[in-house]
Nanobody, 124 residues
C-alpha cells in the first residue's frame, strides 16, 4: 500500500522556522514528482512547492519564494520553511505523481497520492 506520511508541523511564532518531512513508502518514488500544498480554514487547497524526481527542477508559489525550500532524499521530501508568517498557517499536505523524469506540476488534481496533512500554526 502506497503511503505518504507528513510530520514536523507545530505552533511557532512569526519569523521562526520549521521543517516538514514527508516519508513515502510502499513503492519506489524515484521517478515521482513530489509537491507540497496547503489549505487554510475556509480556503481552497493551494500549491506551495514542487520538485521533480531528482530535485533538479523546482517551483514555488510566489507567496513562499525565497522563504521555503523543497528538497528530497530517496523516499523522503522536505519543506524547509523560514521566516514564517501568520498567513502561512494551514494544513500542509504532501503529494506525489509519476510524471516522468523531467516534469513537475503545480495543480493539485495532477497528484494522485496524498498524505494526511500536518498542521502549521504561526502566531503573530
Amino acid at each position: 500500500q502506497v503511503q505518504l506520511v507528513e510530520s514536523g508541523g507545530g505552533l511557532v511564532q512569526g519569523g521562526d522556522s520549521l521543517r516538514l518531512s514527508c516519508a513515502a513508502s510502499g513503492r519506489t518514488f524515484s521517478t515521482y514528482a513530489m509537491a507540497w500544498f496547503r489549505q487554510a480554514p475556509g480556503k481552497e487547497r493551494e500549491f506551495v512547492a514542487a520538485a521533480n524526481w531528482n530535485n533538479m527542477i523546482t517551483q514555488y508559489a510566489d507567496s513562499v519564494k525565497g522563504r521555503f525550500t523543497i528538497s528530497r532524499d530517496k523516499n523522503t521530501v522536505y519543506l524547509q520553511m523560514n521566516s514564517l508568517k501568520p498567513e502561512d498557517t494551514a494544513v500542509y499536505y504532501c503529494a506525489a505523481a509519476n510524471l516522468g523524469s523531467a516534469t513537475i506540476a503545480t495543480t493539485a488534481r495532477i497528484y494522485d497520492i496524498w498524505g494526511q496533512g500536518t498542521q502549521v500554526t504561526v502566531s503573530s
